[in-house]
């Protein structure tokens, strides 16, 4: 009886290991998922779940590959939106655009105001990020037609890296996000006042005869969701 026992043992044991039953022994925890550090290192982009990530080919300009953005991406968790950027900007600047679906404030006409640009959009902006060359990137919040309003000092954390990009991290709370909302964003080579964008990323379609001052309109944007 007793070896009937022993062996209904080592065949529980077995069949526990195979399925993956056996209880977890003390201090044993559950993996923690990796979180994105804002430190120039976009390693961890990849492994990290809740994130959206658009690359683009870096010789794709029509100001050369010195004015080109390679990689863009979106990633969120609870409390923050994370932003990471990869281009290259020479005399000219990088701007990336946020529109919050079902959001019918801001604005389709970014050629007012502060960085005034001739980038249009078939949905309303709300917010846009904006660096010249390898500056501190600025938040703005496009307000209606006529306002934009700097943001720049809610910035949680950020972290620039010269002829690379950035990493910056806002509180979803700044940009009156929470879980569930759906946004769209593109990145935009840019240069001064009054100018279009040479790149986009995602793409979008350029007209025919497109100079430095001739709009572009953006159609084709990312999407994110916050989880």
Known sequence: MKKSLFYMLILLSIVFALTGCLPKTAGQ????????????????????????IVDDPDDDSKWGQNNDVNWLGIAADEQYLY??????ASGNGFIIYISKDGDNTGATDMEFGAWSRAIKFDRNVQYFVATWEY??????QVEDTQTKT???????????EQNEGYEIKIPLSVLG??????????????????????????????????????????????????P
Do not use: H
Request: overall charge negative.
């Open 29 to 52: 925890e559950p993996p923690i998922e990796k979180r994105i550090i804002i430190d120039g290192d976009f390693s961890d982009w990849e492994s990290y779940s809740y994130t959206t």
């Open 177 to 226: 996000l929470e879980s569930g909302n759906k946004i769209y964003f593109v990145g935009c080579i840019v240069g001064g006042d009054g100018s279009s964008s040479p790149d986009t990323v995602p793409n979008n379609v350029y007209p025919e005869n497109w100079d430095w001052n001739v709009p572009i309109s953006i159609t084709n944007m990312a999407e994110f969701v916050i």
């Open 150 to 160: 700097e943001k720049s000092s809610l910035i949680s954390n950020k972290y620039i």
């Open 135 to 140: 500056q501190d990137p600025q938040l703005w």
């Open 83 to 88: 932003i990471g950027a990869q281009y290259k």
